[in-house]
């Protein structure tokens, strides 16, 4: 049986890492894309199925080179995790144009360009589509004009892809993560920022980035096999609680 492949983005950290590394224990082989280059060889080198390749997913020139180099390395690409993104967080009145558009143009034109030029090779495998974007995009809030912004429009464009790709039998699925207890999550968040989540999320808690990569491997397998066009939010309940001031909930 011949081995499957999956393309990661935003590979060399964080939720991507991990989703790297549970897919690998599963069996598959990850092409594992940053544009972080130092970062991403340490976090390759120990990972035997696990191979490194340096691009900047918000760039069209190589995006295309990416697509091309990890075609002809592997021969088949069988799911592709859309992670790579970038964060800003300021008032909507202090965003500037250029602002916006840094953002957009990882988190939402970076997936739209990797998937357009991965969506050959799945057709072949009949693979799977999972882009990662934020209970950002479901749920308004301060400081977010760009970022939920972008993350909203992840989420539509995903079932664009459902809708449009199912005849192929090419699955896409979006995940959205709520507050994760990332390394950077936790260097900025203060006490009091930690304390307002746990009490306004039901489970009382962060989530974990292998939590986060449970769910994303479990959509690019064969498990989920009738499973597109889905939003999931992984949030421990965040969403589902709407408003959900804790003084409410007694």
Not at 20 to 27: P, T
Not at 64 to 77: C, H, L, P, Q, W
Not at 120 to 140: C, D, E, F, M
Not at 189 to 207: S, V
Request: net charge negative; aromatic share 6%.
């Amino acid at each position: 049986m011949t081995q499957k492949v999956a393309l990661v983005t935003g590979a060399a950290r964080g939720i991507g890492l991990a989703t790297s590394k549970l897919l690998i224990e599963q069996g598959w082989k990850v092409a594992m894309i940053d544009r972080d280059a130092s970062e991403l060889a340490i976090a390759a080198e120990p990972l035997e199925q696990g191979f490194p390749f340096e691009y900047d997913v918000s760039l069209p020139d190589d995006v295309d080179k990416m697509a091309e180099a990890v075609i002809s390395t592997f021969g088949r690409i069988d799911a592709v995790v859309n992670n790579a993104g970038v964060a800003d967080f300021r008032p909507l009145a202090e965003t500037t144009f250029a602002d916006w558009r840094r953002i957009m143009e990882t988190n939402l034109d970076g997936l739209f360009l990797v998937s357009q030029a991965t969506i050959p090779a799945l057709k072949k495998t009949k693979g799977a589509l999972v882009n990662i974007a934020s209970i950002s995009g479901l749920r308004a809030s301060t400081l977010r004009v760009a970022y939920g912004t972008s993350k909203a429009a992840v989420i539509h464009l995903t079932k664009q892809q459902a809708a449009e790709l199912g005849e192929f039998g090419v699955r896409a699925n979006c995940v959205c993560p709520g507050p994760v207890r990332t390394k950077l999550a936790m260097a900025v968040h203060t006490p009091e920022i930690i304390a307002a989540y746990h009490d306004a999320i039901p489970l009382n808690r962060y989530g974990t980035e292998s939590e986060l990569a449970d769910l994303i491997t479990y959509l690019c397998s064969e498990r989920a096999s009738y499973v597109t066009g889905q939003v999931i939010a992984a949030d421990g309940g965040f969403e589902s609680t709407g408003v959900g001031l804790p003084a409410l909930r007694g």
